[in-house]
């Protein structure tokens, strides 16, 4: 069924981000903007988005924003209205907007843990089925933002974890369904590692310290990049960072080893820093514009994995690749490179 499906090359693209005021979001709208896509992007930070906007007027880009809580399933008929009003149509449409909860899943309080799920699943539930409506008609790309944790539970991130296990279950039966009905629409679950974005700075945060990222950590292009490749090349998902590639492997190949690991994820996520208490941007918009966050941990610029696996290239080297990065995981921290 998948012959049905034609994407067009990204300048002739109309693209819909959510999340789009910063880090993957961001990214990929900027990406998209320098291939001469049209872009609607949508967000609970107003300010930031018309701030882009502006900008991408400046160079020649026809943006819009809609200031939007993914959330709400009306805000999503919001978006695709705009889009057709301004535009006419949708190509590509990215369900991005994700946020995370930092602590023991006993001290996460259900309202919290309700408002995630809002966010990270029915967001991309509202957002697909708004998006089908116009895309079974006219053809075109849906992409879903899953995560390396889609596939591996992390401890203190119990609630996110769940969310993207959800996303991906979601979005693996939506594309069942519509291979079985030959819709023309394209369906890819993007799957990043850790990514230097404004991640932990706008999740809620129960520990006594400042959360962290595990590392290896990615720059947010890196995502940014698959996206734009899964928008032009009908694929099933891409794991951004041969890091997720390797969650994923040991999760699935030696769950037990996986198990074992969890006391070092705890510890990678915990800095040692006194928390500060903040609330994130879990319940409202905290204005954090820019693709990147403030980590002080290196941050990889490249990924050969990702790389091979998007061009349809070298796949028994993306194999080595994953390999070393599995080695690299088990690694005691003090002795990485």
């Known amino acids: 069924m998948k012959s049905r499906i034609r994407l ?90 994700g946020v995370s909860i930092f602590g023991r899943i006993e001290d996460v309080s259900f309202e919290d843990q309700r408002k995630l799920f809002e966010t990270n699943f029915w967001g991309v539930v509202y957002g697909s089925v708004v998006a089908l409506g116009h895309l079974k008609k006219h053809g075109g790309a849906l992409i879903n933002l899953g995560s390396e944790v889609s596939d591996v539970a992390v401890p203190l991130q119990g609630a996110y974890s769940a969310s993207k296990h959800a996303v991906k279950g979601y979005t693996d039966a939506l594309r069942l369904e519509l291979e079985d009905e030959g819709a023309p629409v394209s369906v890819t679950l993007i799957k990043p590692a850790a990514i230097d974005t404004n991640f932990v700075h706008n999740a809620k945060n129960y520990l006594d310290v400042e959360a962290q990222l595990p590392p290896p950590i990615y720059v947010p292009e890196l995502a940014a990049d698959a996206i734009l490749y899964a928008a032009t090349h ?61 980590t002080s941990q290196p941050v990889l610029e490249h990924s050969m994995y990702t790389r091979m696996t998007t061009t349809g290239r070298g796949m028994a080297m993306a194999g080595l690749a994953v390999g070393a990065v599995v080695g690299l995981m088990l690694l005691p921290r003090s002795r990485r490179g």
């Open 8 to 97: 067009k090359p990204i300048s002739q693209q109309v693209m819909v981000i959510t999340g789009a005021s910063s880090g993957i979001g961001r990214a990929t709208a900027e990406a998209a903007a320098d291939k001469g896509a049209k872009l609607v992007l949508a967000s609970r930070d107003g300010e930031a988005l018309q701030q882009m906007v502006d900008a991408f007027q400046r160079i020649g880009t026809e943006a819009v924003a809609v200031t939007a809580d993914v959330g709400i399933e009306d805000d999503h008929r919001r978006i695709l209205a705009e889009a057709l009003t301004r535009f006419g149509r949708v190509d590509t449409w990215v369900n991005n907007a």
């Open 234 to 294: 009908p694929i099933r998902d891409v794991y951004v960072g041969g890091a997720s590639k390797a969650a994923s492997a040991l999760a699935r190949y030696a769950p037990s080893l996986m198990d074992k690991l969890g006391g070092m994820f705890i510890r990678q996520q915990r800095s040692s820093v006194p928390s500060s208490g903040q609330g994130g941007a879990l319940h409202a918009s905290r204005h954090a514009p820019g693709k990147r966050g403030n």
